[in-house]
């Protein structure tokens, strides 16, 4: 197994607290997905974690298959979505499902850098439907008061400097630039590329700050004394609240005939 497939695979051990703070996507991400992929209702997603976008896109009337490698992940997504029958939750690595019908839509929310990359557009492809939708998009966040991202980047010297990870798109960037946007440029199997960016803000307490960041897979990876250090020398210098100014990044593409 790959580190990125093993990373891909630590969410579960804080699985409830994964689901707690995690932030979902914009309803305006959600709207430009399904105006781009037109009338087709079957949706397959890739990494479905405990279902944030889930939710989203089965609010919207579609049949999703919903593939999470994780099991404890799982059952929250299967305890969130309880309410939907069209969902099906299928417990397996995306690289070992084998689709028992063509989708109209495939859609990835913060875990395509977690799959298999040597295989990842082939089996996107075989996926969908001639004129299918690939759809895959992040959330990327920092902290929005200059001095104060400047005093946790000083705490996290102290710890783990390479930790605090705060570079992200900016409105007006050349978008196709960020990783996936030149492999799918590259890719005959897709066209039709566009991009989306949505701002917005995301207030928490300093507790719930420090409690994002443990979800994080950069902070997951520290030995734990070293992290547990760090987030207690960050709790001692926040103020009540932080705020982060989140982006969102939307890559939608078309499976060529």
Known sequence: MSDARAQGLMFG???????????????????????????????????????????????????????????????????????????????ALWEQYEPDLAFDLLFCAQAWQWTDGSQRWRRAAAALTPGGTIALFWNFDRIADDDLRALVREVHAGYAPHAMIDEEP?????????????????????GDLTERLYTWERTLSADDYVSYLSTQPTYRILPEATREALFTALLQRLPEKVTLAVETLLYLGRRTA
């Open 170 to 190: 900016s409105d007006g960037a050349d978008l196709s630039a960020y990783w996936p946007g030149p492999d799918l440029a590259a890719l005959p199997e897709f």
């Open 13 to 91: 051990e804080i699985a409830e607290e994964f689901d707690r703070i995690r932030p979902g996507y914009p309803e305006g991400l959600v709207d430009d997905v399904l105006a781009y992929s037109g009338i087709g209702v079957q949706a397959l997603e890739v990494g479905a974690g405990t279902g944030k976008a889930s939710t989203a896109f089965a609010a919207r009337g579609l049949q999703i298959t919903a593939v999470e490698p994780d099991p404890k992940m799982a059952a929250l997504l299967s305890e969130r979505l309880a309410g939907h029958s069209s969902v099906r939750i299928v417990v």
